[in-house]
């Protein structure tokens, strides 16, 4: 039982490149979520995902962009990587569509941007 | 807009003994959910405990308890018998749709 799996788990890019985070999960959720974490700020939602089909933005969307494929994926694009996107990124799903319901997370992907 | 302050950027405590981590939280919303995440150095982002904002009574689960005050806003988690492994990072969280998160404050238990 996985649970909610993220690839690739490290990943160091060129400024400019671009590349794909994914995330799958098994738990069969409806919601769906992209937070990153960097030092001294918590965690902040990227993107989140409330059922297939649905996307919205969260507090920091700017430079990503997000595909939910199916009810059991969802990636999350950074078309031109820049140094400060530089953060771990964690996937995590959610099984209610309203307000009750931890999140359940990924073990992170840590993105290096040089 | 939403916000949670953990002011507490790092904390030790001796094990066995009773520490308490503080959070706040800002909102106009009058139901919302409250949760404490526990990350160890594996990164693993692992529930600890949970509060409904509707409900009166404090959540407990075994060593792990909050002191719950809506009306101040103050969501705190107080750690009992304190053991070497729950030595972490610990983010408060609250929120509907959307988890907003604090900082974090960084626990190390001392032997």
């Known amino acids: 039982n996985a649970g909610v799996t993220q690839t690739p788990k490290f990943q160091v890019l060129k400024t400019g490149q671009s590349m794909t985070l994914q995330c799958a999960q098994d738990?069969?959720?409806?919601?769906m979520y992209w937070y990153r974490q960097d030092p001294g700020m918590g965690l902040r939602l990227i993107y989140y995902?409330?059922?297939?089909?649905?996307?919205d933005k969260g507090e920091v969307p700017n430079g990503y962009n997000v595909s939910r494929l199916n009810k059991r994926e969802f990636s999350l694009r950074l078309e031109s990587a820049a140094p400060s996107q530089t953060s771990v990124y964690f996937c995590?799903?959610?099984?209610?569509?309203?307000?009750?319901?931890?999140?359940?997370f990924g073990e992170g992907s840590r993105l290096t941007v040089l | 807009a939403q916000t949670v302050t953990q002011s507490q950027p790092e904390m030790s405590v001796q094990e066995a003994e009773t520490v308490t981590l503080s959070c706040t939280y800002d909102?106009?919303?009058?139901?919302?959910?409250l949760f404490w995440y526990k990350q160890p150095p594996s990164r693993q982002m692992i529930l600890v405990i949970r509060?409904?904002?509707?409900?009166?009574q404090n959540a407990t689960e075994n060593r792990f308890s909050v002191n719950f005050q809506k009306a101040a806003k103050s969501f705190s988690l107080k750690i009992s018998d304190s053991q070497l492994g729950d030595t972490a990072m610990y983010f408060c969280?609250?929120?509907?749709?959307?988890?907003?998160f604090g900082a974090g404050t960084i626990l190390r238990v001392k032997s």
């Open positions: 995590a799903t959610r099984r209610d569509r309203g307000i009750t319901g931890e999140l359940f």
């Open positions: 738990m069969n959720h409806n919601s």
């Open positions: 995902s409330a059922s297939e089909g649905t996307t």
């Open positions: 909102t106009s919303e009058s139901n919302y959910y």
């Open positions: 509060q409904e904002a509707y409900k009166q």
């Open positions: 969280a609250f929120g509907g749709n959307k988890l907003v």
